[in-house]
């Protein structure tokens, strides 16, 4: 190699960002593997079974919250769910704690998980205004007249797909525990997805309406806000459930 070219291949690796020369004299790699071959590769040794059950580990943090804010806090320190990595927030409650009645949805939306609070979008409004017509609000001060309001699962699942069994079943004892610690009267149990996480069924057009109990407490399963806005013609079964809650409001002090 002449000087000129000696040179033209120095200025070469320089533009390439070479800065640093590791050694004085060059070294052939693929003459030191044929000298000197390397030990066989061990052989992979099995990955060590994980002795984690995220549904165990759910029971046993939700269970060691004594309060909703430190329950707030453990689910959203729940590692074992997938679901939390695509969501913005972790969408925990709405409403006053206090309320006799307790609605339990599906799960955070886009609006819902922008705002880290649940029902907030078009299905959210609607729910507003079908409590309203029984004299219930979210954010009524008076436990009587109060709505308190959470979902299956905290964390939007992306696409807006449902949830999965694994999922419902691991994030069911915080949920369990959420009414456990809100001690609400009644539950409402907003649709089909609500009712597979709680009462482990689904088909929510036989089930609505029809009263079932849920950890001592009376619950109702009802057509989900969703569902009436692309069928309308629902909302008139979605009364008859608004009156029944109410009626068993004022029976059941
Ligand atoms: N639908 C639900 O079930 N929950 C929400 O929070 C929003 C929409």
């Given at each position: 190699?002449d000087?000129h070219?000696?040179k ?5 690796q320089?533009?390439l960002?070479?800065?640093e ?8 790699r693929f003459a030191?593997v044929?000298e000197?071959p ?6 992979p ?9 995220p549904?165990?580990?759910?029971a046993?943090?939700a ?5 909703l804010?430190a329950?707030?806090e453990?689910?959203a320190?729940?590692?074992h769910?997938?679901?939390r990595?695509?969501?913005?927030n972790?969408?925990?409650a709405d ?8 609605i339990?949805?599906?799960?955070p939306?886009?609006?819902e998980d ?12 609607m729910?507003?205004?079908m ?9 009524a ?11 299956t ?8 797909r449902e949830?999965t069994?694994?999922?419902l ?5 915080f ?8 001690e609400p009267d ?8 609500a009712?597979q996480?709680?009462?482990?069924q689904r ?6 309406g ?12 009802m057509?989900?806000?969703?569902y ?14 608004l009156l ?9 002090p």
């Amino acid at each position: 190699m002449d000087w000129h070219l000696a040179k033209a291949l120095l200025e070469w690796q320089v533009e390439l960002g070479v800065t640093e020369a590791m050694t004085d004299a060059p070294i052939d790699r693929f003459a030191e593997v044929d000298e000197a071959p390397r030990p066989a590769a061990a052989a992979p040794q099995p990955a060590p079974a994980t002795s984690i059950d995220p549904v165990a580990e759910a029971a046993r943090m939700a269970g060691a919250a004594a309060d909703l804010p430190a329950l707030a806090e453990a689910l959203a320190a729940y590692p074992h769910c997938e679901l939390r990595k695509g969501a913005r927030n972790c969408v925990f409650a709405d409403g006053n704690p206090a309320a006799r009645v307790m609605i339990i949805g599906e799960g955070p939306g886009r609006e819902e998980d922008q705002r880290g609070l649940p029902f907030v979008g078009q299905a959210g409004r609607m729910l507003d205004q079908m409590f309203a017509a029984i004299g219930l609000a979210r954010n009524a001060p008076a436990p009587e007249s109060a709505l308190y309001i959470t979902n299956t699962v905290p964390w939007r699942p992306t696409g807006n797909r449902e949830p999965t069994p694994e999922e419902l079943a691991m994030l069911r004892p915080f949920l369990m525990r959420h009414v456990e610690l809100a001690e609400p009267d009644l539950l409402v149990l907003m649709g089909n997805v609500a009712c597979q996480s709680v009462l482990g069924q689904r088909g929510i057009l036989k089930l609505r309406g029809q009263w079932q109990t849920v950890l001592g407490r009376p619950a109702l399963p009802m057509l989900h806000p969703a569902y009436l806005i692309r069928n309308p013609d629902a909302k008139r079964e979605a009364w008859a459930d608004l009156l029944s809650l109410k009626a068993r409001l004022r029976e059941q002090p």
